[in-house]
């Protein structure tokens, strides 16, 4: 070794003792060291002396410049005297004790830990091994090892492994040497390669001979064994060794936990559990944990914990185990594939449904659910895939974010595929077809009556109706069912058919004020009037009316009375069950014996609301299942809550209580009723009425729910149905609930949910309605449940619905419910519906309302898979003359094209679509002055046999629409081919939109934001290298984002994100953007939870901020207008002062600055929320609903993944 020369720092005097010490030292380095020895013992023994009785000496050593601790090296590495390297070793344990890392890594950048580790070699070699020495070195090596990186490498290359094994293995009862032995080779087990070689040396054992039960005495010693025995088992080679121990290790637990009353010792409690949280890993260890009792075990202790909140790391760990251990089951269903099928006359050539239709058809009767047969296409997988991953991170995502943020991979990083592309793909001759949908473009307006201007553009006549009946669904209008032996077999009894009430029966009419009148019907053969009525709406009584179903003949109560006005000014309309009744008897006998039904008019509240010609929109609607019930909801209509909903405060303790209630059902089996209630695959009878179950349907437009169990007498596991055409995307549900007892506490557990996380966990809320709320006066879906939370669970996906990933399982989200009412139908769904006839019946609406100065038409833009039109709406405003000037500045106009609902569950899409409606199509002259500014085509429904059969995520295709715009099918997409050639049209005739946006829904983000494209922004995340003209780039594509951000109170500019990813190239926001050139393509992205920012700040979002999102909207459309036009700023100054003032009043919180902050912070939750049993979970690959920079969670939901409680 070359001697280092003494240099001294400036702040340290040349005659300091210890550098005088020091240079003499570096003097005797070489020869005259081994020569006389003496003299070096003496230096160092004062240097030693000199450090333990002087700070300064310590920080002379250490400081910037000295080489002193190069001298001290050098003199251990050349001398043999024993006294000389035992003074060197106290002297290093002096000076890295105290300091901090800083000095360690001096050490460990000056060579210390391999001096060290070949002294611990040399050492060894001794007989016999000076055990002071070995003390020292391997207190020394204790300190640095953790500090070093390479430590572990260091230690095998060097040999040093085997030394400190053998050490232990010879000095088990000298607990003084025993102690940094450990320490030293907890560090050594932190690199999985040494941690198998010790494994193979039998240290798992020799460390399971260390730990034992219950003991006042050693316990530092017994900490240290059980976190190097925790590092030695994450290797799964280890694991395996260790499954023999399992009941030793649980017996020790036990022992220690009913010993500890005091709960001094939780380290080692919890050290236990860490050790068999890893050997559980593998599939070996799980099956030991569970034949040793493991499951009742930790149930027992942890909830003898509970009660002691310091406890809670303990609780939580043993949470973690038991979940993990608990045996993997299938879902209870005959197949994962949809219930519901749909034959395609096309095919995919490969893919998911290509795969899916390569799979033997059909389902097995219900008795087989448990039996696998040879095709079964769902199958328990216990692999121990992706588990080792649960040994470096106890909760799953935070990695996931942690690399989200340290680079994303999936940005496009070819400039070529960042520029918008110059040449069409199709022939003009090929587009011309499409010109019919854009006669605005060459009408004349010649035989245009402008005296009574609405004669002249007329919409497309609407589809024929279908004469199938439509039936308001009712659980009490389903015949009584009783789960027998038939039913087993997939086969219904046949009691006596109820009728059910044709809606084609019932003529509704309503006085000149607006309220109901009278109910009229019309004779239907086969069925009394009064009693076919009564049948039909039976289901639904008041409080304190007479028993359902009740008299003989039942009758409809009519009247000539006007009815009463209930709360809120919405009028009643009588009807229901009960003794037949004259209008006189009916004057003189309020209410009868029977039940009243009272149908809310909402007439004045809901302008665009009609339950009669919503029905009618129903016939004309096709399904897959044929339905032919409407939901009462959708009938009823929803009027917005005027109180506030705030984003719900998490309960301290919830997802562990429901944990542990999910546990109970394999610690005591015999609770549980594990009773269908409800199945959809028996659909003879999919529904089990025995009178103690509550009743479940979802056979109406949009609902989603395949089948129902009951658990216990209060609890029930739902399972959704997927897409048609896949066998995944159960996020969506829309059903009905009756038959509830009030003041039950209800839980209910979604137990198919697939994405990782969800905001249920921050906040969201399910939806609700009654309907004894709304014929109260109150229909209206409100934010309910308790005790919400969303975790993994024990039943394990298919790798075939995983994409090909093993050992994947499902999550449950679950809530729990007090209901209020008697005799009460209620319904729960994700978000609020907007189905598709709802949609129809809006448009028919908005044309009624159509005024002069509004040019309005609606096309059929294609007809669907499932036979449903596509509507394309053009809305401008009419010329104001047909003056050659007029007509010119009528066809200029630029164009703006909208699009909604590509994903069927992202119905707040649909929301803010109809407030974008409702805004153009209004009176206002904001409005007036939108629509002489730009021409709109809106698609708004792209996706309508999704949303009709209650899919999440596809069409009947099977697939994502928003991943088939780079080249879709005209027969599997027809409504995403016809949309884009529409595009690819304009772009033909240079008329590409202006703006192009396509409002969807977030599922894991708060607030409302926009994903656009930028070469610039997409750039700058990666590595590229490009020069400035390259680069050059109109930042134009900020400006709509920066207006909505100022006027928007939901609106969120730290939330939007103009990158460019791979995954999303095939989605319309960037096919848009790169084949039709236009600038500003975006996807809107409004939250299905609520806000964290602006003026809405706590609250859960709803139907009347949505629409009102989609209002502003419009208002910043004709700002960037203005902000684009100065010609038009000058000529309409009048306008611009209205739209001033509607900004004011509307966005005051805009002023203040801390309105829209950029950060994300949410709070942290004092319990620790442990979303899985297994970390490493998928990434999620959400549509374009999904940040680039946060596929799973915002920044701030992931801290609040800890490993730790706060």
């Not at 300064?56 to 601790?69: A, C, L, N, W």
């Not at 990695?399 to 520029?419: P, Q, V």
């Not at 009178?691 to 216990?712: D, T, W």
Request: hydrophobic residues 35%.
């Amino acid at each position: 070794m070359n001697k280092p020369k003494m240099t001294t720092d400036k702040g340290v005097p040349s005659n300091s003792r210890v550098l005088m010490l020091l240079g003499q030292l570096e003097k005797l380095n070489g020869e005259s060291m081994l020569a006389d020895p003496e003299i070096t013992r003496q230096i160092t023994a004062k240097i030693l002396h000199l450090i333990q009785t002087q700070e300064k000496t310590r920080k002379d050593i250490m400081s910037k410049g000295s080489s002193g601790m190069e001298v001290i090296l050098a003199t251990l590495e050349n001398t043999r005297d024993l006294q000389t390297i035992l003074n060197i070793l106290y002297i290093l344990n002096e000076l890295l004790t105290v300091g901090g890392g800083r000095r360690i890594g001096v050490f460990v950048s000056k060579g210390g830990t391999g001096i060290l580790l070949q002294l611990v070699l040399s050492a060894s070699k001794e007989s016999p091994p000076s055990e002071e020495v070995m003390l020292q070195l391997h207190s020394v090596l204790a300190k640095v090892g953790p500090k070093d990186r390479k430590f572990g490498v260091k230690a095998r290359l060097n040999g040093a492994l085997n030394v400190t094994v053998n050490l232990l293995k010879q000095n088990l009862q000298n607990h003084k040497l025993l102690l940094p032995c450990l320490l030293v080779l907890r560090v050594y087990s932190s690199n999985s390669v040494n941690a198998v070689s010790l494994g193979k040396n039998g240290v798992v054992e020799l460390m399971l001979k260390i730990i034992g039960p219950y003991s006042k005495k050693n316990t530092s010693l017994l900490k240290v064994s059980l976190d190097t025995l925790g590092a030695l088992l994450k290797s799964k080679t280890n694991a395996r060794r260790a499954v023999v121990h399992v009941p030793v290790l649980l017996y020790i637990y036990q022992d220690w936990h009913r010993n500890d009353t005091f709960h001094r010792h939780m380290l080692i409690r919890k050290g236990v559990l860490g050790c068999l949280k890893n050997i559980t890993n593998s599939k070996l260890g799980r099956k030991a944990f569970i034949d040793a009792d493991g499951m009742r075990i930790l149930y027992n202790t942890s909830t003898e914990c509970l009660p002691v909140r310091t406890l809670d790391p303990l609780i939580n760990t043993s949470s973690l185990i038991m979940r993990k251990c608990f045996p993997k089951n299938r879902l209870p269903l005959p197949t994962i594939k949809s219930v519901f099928h749909h034959q395609l006359l096309h095919v995919p050539a490969g893919g998911p449904v290509a795969q899916l239709y390569n799979q033997p058809p059909g389902g097995v009767p219900i008795y087989q659910f448990y039996t696998k047969p040879p095709w079964v296409d769902d199958v328990v997988d216990d692999s121990d895939d992706n588990e080792d991953a649960e040994a470096e991170n106890d909760t799953e995502n935070e990695e996931e974010e942690k690399n989200n943020h340290a680079g994303n991979d999936d940005i496009e990083t070819d400039i070529n595929k960042l520029r918008p592309k110059e040449t069409h793909s199709r022939p003009f001759e090929e587009l011309k077809i499409y010109e019919r949908f854009f006669m605005e473009l060459s009408e004349d307006f010649q035989v245009f009556n402008f005296d009574n201007p609405k004669r002249g553009v007329t919409a497309t006549p609407a589809a024929p109706k279908s004469h199938r009946p439509i039936i308001v669904p009712t659980s009490q209008a389903l015949p009584p069912k009783h789960p027998t032996a038939a039913i087993l077999q997939g086969e219904c009894p046949h009691p006596a058919p109820v009728p059910r009430l044709d809606l084609d029966t019932i003529n509704i009419t309503k006085d000149q004020d607006g309220c109901c009148d009278h109910t009229h019907t019309r004779p239907h053969p086969g069925a009394g009037l009064e009693q076919e009525l009564v049948q039909g709406l039976e289901r639904v009584s008041l409080d304190g009316a007479g028993p359902r179903g009740g008299g003989g003949g039942g009758g409809v109560n009519r009247h000539n009375r006007q009815p009463p006005l209930l709360a809120g000014g919405v009028a009643a309309r009588p009807g229901g069950g009960g003794q037949e009744m004259l209008a006189e008897e009916w004057a003189e006998e309020e209410g009868g014996e029977g039940a009243v039904l009272e149908v809310p008019d909402t007439a004045l509240l809901l302008p665009l609301h009609d339950p009669d010609l919503y029905v009618e929109m129903v016939k004309s609607t096709r399904s897959v299942p044929q339905y032919s019930e409407v939901a009462y909801p959708d009938y009823f209509g929803h009027v917005a809550p005027t109180f506030r909903e705030h984003i719900l405060e998490r309960v301290y303790g919830v997802q562990r209580t429901k944990i542990f209630q999910d546990i109970e059902r394999l610690i005591h089996p015999n609770d549980i009723l594990d009773k269908v209630v409800y199945d959809l695959d028996i659909q003879s009878c999919p529904v089990v009425d025995d009178g103690e179950s509550l009743k479940f349907n979802s056979q109406f437009e949009s609902g989603n729910l395949r089948k129902a169990v009951q658990v216990r007498k209060f609890e029930y596991d739902l399972v959704l149905n997927s897409d048609i055409n896949s066998n995944h995307y159960h996020q969506w549900f829309y059903f009905e609930v009756s038959g509830m007892r009030v003041g039950a506490p209800y839980r209910f557990n979604i137990i198919n949910c697939e994405k990782s996380n969800s905001q249920f966990n921050y906040g969201m809320q399910v939806l609700m309605y009654s309907v004894q709320e709304a014929i109260s006066g109150r229909p209206r879906w409100i934010r309910t449940g308790t005790d919400i939370c969303y975790y993994k669970n024990h039943f394990s996906r298919s790798s075939i619905a995983a994409g090909g990933q093993k050992g994947k399982s499902y999550y449950t989200m679950t809530f729990s419910m007090i209901f209020n009412h008697k005799d009460d139908v209620c319904y729960f769904a994700y978000h609020y519906p907007y189905t598709y006839s709802t949609l129809k019946m809006h448009l028919q609406k908005l044309e009624a309302l159509r005024t002069p100065q509004i040019y309005m038409r609606q096309d059929v833009l294609c007809e669907t898979l499932g036979g449903n039109s596509c509507p394309l709406l053009t809305i401008t405003a009419m010329p104001e003359s047909t003056s050659n000037d007029q007509i010119c500045l009528f066809r200029n106009r630029p164009l703006v094209f909208l699009s909604a609902r590509v994903h069927p569950g992202e119905t707040n899409a649909s929301w803010v679509m109809k407030g974008t409606l409702e805004f153009l199509m209004g009176s206002s002259p904001l409005a007036q002055s939108l629509r002489e500014a730009y021409i709109f085509k809106i698609v708004p429904m792209l996706n309508p046999d999704g949303v009709v059969n209650g899919n999440h995520r596809c069409s009947l295709s099977g697939e994502d629409l928003n991943r088939q715009w780079q080249s879709p099918s005209p027969e599997l997409h027809p409504t995403i081919y016809h949309t884009k050639s529409l595009l690819q049209y304009l772009a033909a005739i240079q008329r590409a939109p202006l703006v192009f946006c396509d409002y969807h829904g977030h599922s894991r983000k708060k607030n409302v934001f926009m994903y656009g494209c930028s070469l610039k922004e997409t750039v700058w995340e990666t590595n590229i290298s490009a020069t400035s003209c390259e680069l050059h780039e109109d930042l134009g594509y900020r400006t709509l984002p920066k207006i909505l951000s100022q006027m928007a109170p939901a609106f969120s500019m730290a939330s939007c994100s103009f990158v460019v990813e791979r995954s999303k190239e095939a989605t319309a926001r960037v096919v848009v953007w790169r084949e039709i050139g236009v600038q500003r393509s975006y996807t809107m992205e409004s939250t299905l939870c609520g806000c964290d920012q602006g003026k809405y700040k706590g609250l859960q979002i709803g139907t009347r901020e949505l629409e009102e999102m989609g209002a502003q909207f419009c208002v910043a459309l004709l700002r960037l207008k203005r902000l684009t036009s100065p010609l038009e700023l000058r000529k309409r100054a009048h306008l611009l002062d209205v739209e001033s003032d509607l900004m004011e009043t509307r966005c005051k919180v805009s002023s203040n600055p801390s309105t829209y902050v950029l950060e994300d912070e949410e709070h942290t939750f004092m319990e620790e929320v442990d979303y899985s049993a297994e970390s490493g979970d998928e990434a999620d690959n959400d549509p374009d609903t999904a940040d680039p920079h946060d596929n799973h969670l915002s920044d701030s939901e992931s801290n609040n993944h800890r490993d730790s409680l706060t």
